[in-house]
Every structure is written in structure tokens, then in C-alpha cells.
């Protein structure tokens, strides 16, 4: 991985950071859509950019200054996240056409590029290509003027708004169906591998930074640090399904496969099934928030300590999301380590199942239970697979399964 590619991975702390504070500001079911929805846009602009970085040297020339412009557009864009729906009060530019002007502009430059990657693509091939970013764009800048210009009616907006940015998100995402047809590669298995580890890492951090961040303005109390003790438990036991032997598997089977199979793997199951894992973090993430905003009323009102029904389906969904977004992402790409597939789902289904007493636990009570069920998730998958895990990471270590060059 090139440092160009590493500075515009780290704009997406703050991206994801927005998204959360998005859903925080609004946090109904409305309001956790529509920062889904931002999220899609922001993973399918990140996930573009990872095709272009595996296919391009981004080291040098043209592609490192042009890669260096779009990180600064897209934190541009990612700083607009929180007004892609509503304009701040007394801002001078329309949030929602920022952000939708960024998108375009992001999309613009990568056209631009993959022409200069492939100079001998069909003029056919290359409206293809171009054909789903500029009808979303044109669905996008729609929603920042039509649903005001039809009614009046806040509701109706607000549902119209919501309706033309679905309609962006799948156009945006059917661009991989016609992938293949450009004629794409995965040139180093290794760095996809890589780069996608890379960006749940950051996901993971950002949920932590998030908790971090809204607890600087809190006293310090047994509970706030039971509460970030318990955050970083969570975050780790997720990050140790992901990368303790799962990765290691799926880079194993890139590197194995022919470039046609690659390509639909690395479609399927690092485009479009990291995007639920890296949405479940997010969930996690504004979860986190609500845990301790009551602390902090708990400590300043005495306000009820119980997390509400939605608070909760976020910290238990998302932590089970992402669970059974990996495994999902797991079965599309590898056939080894089977074991672990129905402890993770039985996990992720008792979670959903322990929401209702959990309603009845204090939040941080609440929280220490999903860290208990994380753990001994961990702790299940170690026991199980033991001899497969060993025998993967002692390949991994010998270096038995990547003969590729950098």
C-alpha cells in the first residue's frame, strides 16, 4: 500500500466519524436511514478509489497528484455529511449541494483516471462505466430542490428526499454489474486484502474516537470508565473475527484463483459485503454515543440509566450485523473454517434476542452484557477451530500462500 493511498484511507476516520454524529443529531429511524444511505455513497466513492489503487501504480506522477486532489474533495465531502439532507441555519453554501457537487467530482476524476489506465477502451465500454455515477448524481442534486418544490409538508419532503437518494444508492451500486466488461484486474491480492483490513481498522478506531470524543465533557466516573473499557473490548473481539484467520483465508483463496474469479470475489465479498460489516461498526458506533450521553444526564439529572429500544437495537443490531455481514462475506469467499460460521450466527441471533432485557439493565450494565457475549464469541471460535487456525496462520507466517510479487 502506497503512502498516497494511506493519506486519503485516513480522511474516512473523519467520513465515518460524520456519519455517526449524523445519525446522533437525528436519531430516529429516519435519521439512521438517511446516514446509512450517506455511508453507501461514502463506501462506494472509498471502494472505486481501491480498484483504481490495486490496477495503478499511485506512487508517482499523474496518478499520485490526482489522488492527492480527490482525498482533499472528499474531505470536503465528508465534512458535508452532516448537512447532505438539511442546511446548517445561516450556512452560505447548500450542504446537500456540496456534498452532492463533491460526488460528481469525485466520480469525474476517477473516470479521468481509469481512461488513462486503459486508453484503449471502447467508446461503448466507457458509458457504461460512466453511465450510473451521472444518474445518481442527477438523482442526488434532485432531492436538494425537488421534494421542497412539491409540497410543503415536512413528512413528505423529507420521505421524498430519502426516496431519490435510495434510488442514487442502487444506481450507484449497479456500476460493478457491468465491471468486468472494462476489463478490470486484481493485480496484487495481497494489497486488496490489505487495503480492506485497513479500512475496518479505521472504522473500528472511528467508533472509538466517536466514544472518546463525547466523553471528553463528562466527569470521570466508575461508570464512563467501565463504559470505555467495555468499548474497547467489543471493538477488539470484533476486529479478532475479522482478521484472526477469516482474512488470512480469503487472501489465500485471491491469491489462488484465477483474475476472472477474482475479480467476482473481491466484487462480492470486499465491494459489497465489507459495506453491512463497516454499517454494523457505524450502528455500534452511535450506540456508544447513547450509552454515554446517559451517563452523563445520569450524573448531571439523575436521569433514568436504561438505553432506549432504538439505542439498543444499534449497539446489539450493529454488533450483530457485522457478524453476520462476515460471515456472509465468509461463505462467498472461502470454504475453510466452517466451524465458525454457526457460533457467529447464533451470536449475532442471541443478540437481537437480548434486547428486551437489556431495555431492562442500566446502559452501562447493558453494554458490559455485549462484551461478555463478544468475548465469549472469541472464546467459542478458539476452541473449535483450534487446529485449522493454527494451520493457517503457521502458512501465513511461512509465507506458503503468497507467491505474488508487490
Given at each position: 500500500?502506497?503512502?498516497?493511498?494511506l493519506?486519503?484511507?485516513?480522511?474516512?476516520?473523519?467520513?465515518?466519524?460524520?456519519?455517526?454524529?449524523?445519525?446522533?443529531?437525528?436519531?430516529?429511524?429516519h435519521?439512521?436511514?438517511?446516514?446509512?444511505?450517506a455511508?453507501?455513497?461514502?463506501?462506494?466513492?472509498?471502494?472505486?478509489y481501491a480498484?483504481?489503487?490495486?490496477?495503478?501504480?499511485?506512487?508517482?506522477?499523474?496518478?499520485?497528484?490526482?489522488?492527492?486532489?480527490?482525498?482533499?474533495?472528499?474531505?470536503?465531502?465528508?465534512v458535508?455529511v452532516?448537512?447532505?439532507f438539511?442546511?446548517?441555519?445561516?450556512?452560505?453554501l447548500?450542504?446537500?449541494?456540496v456534498?452532492?457537487?463533491?460526488?460528481v467530482?469525485v466520480r469525474?476524476?476517477?473516470?479521468?483516471?481509469r481512461w488513462y489506465?486503459?486508453?484503449d477502451?471502447?467508446?461503448?465500454?466507457?458509458?457504461?462505466?460512466?453511465?450510473p455515477?451521472?444518474?445518481?448524481?442527477?438523482?442526488l442534486?434532485?432531492?436538494t430542490?425537488?421534494p421542497?418544490?412539491?409540497?410543503?409538508?415536512?413528512?413528505l419532503v423529507e420521505a421524498?428526499q430519502?426516496?431519490?437518494?435510495?434510488?442514487?444508492v442502487i444506481?450507484?451500486?449497479?456500476?460493478?454489474?457491468?465491471?468486468?466488461s472494462w476489463?478490470w484486474?486484481?493485480?496484487?491480492?495481497?494489497?486488496?486484502?490489505?487495503?480492506h483490513?485497513?479500512i475496518?481498522l479505521?472504522?473500528?478506531?472511528?467508533?472509538?474516537?466517536?466514544?472518546?470524543?463525547?466523553?471528553?465533557?463528562?466527569?470521570?466516573?466508575?461508570?464512563l470508565?467501565?463504559?470505555?473499557?467495555?468499548?474497547?473490548v467489543i471493538?477488539?473481539?470484533l476486529?479478532?473475527?475479522?482478521?484472526?484467520?477469516?482474512a488470512?483465508?480469503a487472501e489465500?483463496?485471491?491469491?489462488?484463483?484465477p483474475?476472472?474469479?477474482?475479480?467476482?470475489?473481491?466484487?462480492?465479498?470486499y465491494?459489497?459485503?465489507?459495506?453491512p460489516?463497516?454499517?454494523?461498526?457505524m450502528?455500534?458506533?452511535?450506540g456508544?454515543?447513547?450509552v454515554?450521553?446517559?451517563?452523563?444526564?445520569?450524573e448531571l439529572?439523575?436521569?433514568?440509566?436504561?438505553?432506549?429500544?432504538?439505542?439498543?437495537y444499534?449497539l446489539?443490531?450493529?454488533?450483530?450485523l457485522?457478524?453476520?455481514?462476515?460471515?456472509?462475506?465468509?461463505?462467498?469467499?472461502t470454504?475453510?473454517?466452517?466451524?465458525?460460521?454457526?457460533?457467529?450466527l447464533i451470536?449475532?441471533?442471541?443478540?437481537v434476542?437480548?434486547?428486551?432485557?437489556?431495555?431492562?439493565?442500566s446502559?452501562?450494565?447493558?453494554?458490559?452484557?455485549?462484551?461478555?457475549?463478544?468475548v465469549?464469541?472469541?472464546?467459542t471460535?478458539?476452541?473449535?477451530?483450534?487446529?485449522?487456525?493454527?494451520?493457517?496462520?503457521?502458512?501465513?507466517?511461512?509465507?506458503?500462500f503468497r507467491?505474488?510479487?508487490?
Amino acid at each position: 500500500m502506497t503512502s498516497v493511498e494511506l493519506f486519503f484511507d485516513l480522511v474516512f476516520v473523519l467520513a465515518f466519524i460524520q456519519v455517526v454524529e449524523l445519525m446522533d443529531d437525528d436519531f430516529t429511524g429516519h435519521g439512521v436511514l438517511n446516514g446509512m444511505l450517506a455511508l453507501a455513497l461514502l463506501w462506494s466513492t472509498w471502494s472505486i478509489y481501491a480498484w483504481l489503487g490495486n490496477s495503478l501504480q499511485a506512487r508517482v506522477g499523474l496518478i499520485r497528484i490526482a489522488l492527492l486532489f480527490v482525498t482533499v474533495v472528499t474531505l470536503v465531502m465528508a465534512v458535508a455529511v452532516r448537512q447532505a439532507f438539511t442546511d446548517l441555519r445561516g450556512a452560505a453554501l447548500s450542504g446537500p449541494v456540496v456534498f452532492v457537487a463533491c460526488f460528481v467530482v469525485v466520480r469525474l476524476v476517477h473516470l479521468a483516471l481509469r481512461w488513462y489506465a486503459l486508453p484503449d477502451t471502447r467508446p461503448r465500454d466507457l458509458l457504461l462505466i460512466a453511465a450510473p455515477p451521472f444518474v445518481a448524481s442527477a438523482l442526488l442534486l434532485a432531492a436538494t430542490v425537488v421534494p421542497q418544490r412539491l409540497s410543503d409538508d415536512p413528512w413528505l419532503v423529507e420521505a421524498g428526499q430519502t426516496g431519490l437518494w435510495m434510488l442514487a444508492v442502487i444506481v450507484d451500486y449497479g456500476r460493478a454489474l457491468v465491471m468486468r466488461s472494462w476489463g478490470w484486474h486484481i493485480i496484487s491480492a495481497r494489497h486488496w486484502a490489505e487495503r480492506h483490513g485497513l479500512i475496518v481498522l479505521v472504522a473500528l478506531g472511528e467508533s472509538l474516537i466517536a466514544v472518546g470524543l463525547t466523553s471528553s465533557s463528562v466527569p470521570m466516573t466508575g461508570p464512563l470508565i467501565a463504559a470505555l473499557v467495555f468499548a474497547v473490548v467489543i471493538a477488539a473481539a470484533l476486529g479478532w473475527t475479522y482478521f484472526d484467520v477469516v482474512a488470512i483465508a480469503a487472501e489465500r483463496t485471491l491469491i489462488q484463483n484465477p483474475d476472472q474469479r477474482r475479480v467476482a470475489y473481491a466484487r462480492d465479498a470486499y465491494s459489497y459485503l465489507h459495506l453491512p460489516m463497516i454499517a454494523g461498526i457505524m450502528l455500534f458506533a452511535v450506540g456508544l454515543h447513547k450509552v454515554v450521553t446517559i451517563i452523563k444526564a445520569n450524573e448531571l439529572h439523575h436521569s433514568p440509566a436504561q438505553l432506549g429500544s432504538l439505542a439498543l437495537y444499534a449497539l446489539y443490531g450493529g454488533a450483530a450485523l457485522f457478524l453476520v455481514s462476515h460471515v456472509g462475506f465468509q461463505l462467498r469467499i472461502t470454504r475453510l473454517l466452517k466451524r465458525v460460521v454457526w457460533p457467529r450466527l447464533i451470536t449475532a441471533a442471541l443478540l437481537v434476542a437480548l434486547v428486551p432485557a437489556a431495555g431492562q439493565l442500566s446502559a452501562v450494565v447493558a453494554l458490559g452484557l455485549l462484551a461478555a457475549v463478544c468475548v465469549s464469541l472469541v472464546v467459542t471460535e478458539i476452541l473449535v477451530a483450534s487446529g485449522q487456525r493454527q494451520e493457517l496462520r503457521e502458512a501465513a507466517l511461512a509465507g506458503g500462500f503468497r507467491p505474488e510479487g508487490p
